[in-house]
């Protein structure tokens, strides 16, 4: 697709459920991030793919945390017995191989998916 | 530990003049630096980058300026327009291994028409 699609974008769920968040990245981007924005910071890191493998999943807070991407492509989060303090945007990301014109990889951000967690 | 800081949590600025936006960091390791700008409801754009062999990179309006000893970069937008209103990030990350970057907590910027 022409940009980084995620779903849904927006999510209300009660305590204790279990929710999956959905990121299409862009065609041809073989890493995939997930970040988490809660109110007034910055997006924290979760997990990034390279491929169908999760080349660091340091940020994932616990594991009610996991996150798939079984062909390459569309990646899920997927959180268990959701808490409170779980309430964000969770902003899915994709980069192309290689480096851009200045040697940085540039990611590509979606426009997230706010949750909510009642 | 914030790797990444932002210490202006808002900005304010007439059209026309000038916008600094700084960012500090405090490892040395990092490399790559990254702006991003992020409206209301939108994920963050990126804006300009910058390796740590250079000091300065400039894309039209956008500069930004690399202090490798300081540990501190920043960004200057010359003229500041009212469409620059929104959320700004720096994001640094190192070359080796992981491609993840921190992002700091950012600053709000404000034009004022």
């Known amino acids: 697709g022409a940009g980084v699609s995620q779903t849904p974008s927006n999510k209300v769920t009660e305590k204790g459920k279990y929710v999956e968040l959905r990121c299409d990245p862009i065609s041809g981007h073989t890493a995939l991030y997930w970040y988490r924005q809660s109110l007034g910071q910055g997006p924290e890191f979760l997990i990034y793919?390279?491929?169908?493998?999760?080349?660091?999943d340091s940020g994932l807070p616990n594991d009610r945390f996991f996150a798939v991407r079984p062909e390459g492509s569309v990646s899920t989060l997927k959180i268990q017995r959701t808490e409170r303090g779980d309430s964000a945007v969770y902003l899915c990301?994709?980069?192309?191989?290689?480096?851009?014109?200045?040697?940085?990889?540039?990611?590509?951000f979606g426009a997230g998916s706010r949750l909510t967690v009642l | 530990d914030q790797q990444v800081k932002q210490n202006s949590p808002s900005l304010s600025v007439q059209e026309g003049r000038i916008s600094i936006l700084n960012c500090d960091y405090t490892?040395?390791?990092?490399?790559?630096f990254l702006w991003y700008k992020k409206y209301p409801a939108e994920g963050p754009t990126f804006l300009i980058s910058?390796?740590?062999?250079?000091d300065k990179n400039e894309d039209g309006r956008f500069t930004v300026f690399l202090n490798k000893s300081a540990k501190h970069l920043s960004l200057h937008i010359v003229p500041s327009q009212p469409g620059d209103s929104a959320v700004y990030f720096c994001a640094a990350s190192g070359s080796s291994g992981t491609y993840k970057y921190i992002f700091g907590t950012g600053t709000r910027l404000k034009v004022l028409a």
């Open positions: 910058i390796s740590s062999i250079k």
């Open positions: 490892n040395s390791m990092f490399d790559y």
């Open positions: 793919f390279q491929g169908t493998g999760a080349a660091d």
């Open positions: 990301a994709s980069s192309s191989p290689g480096r851009g014109p200045s040697g940085a990889n540039v990611l590509t």
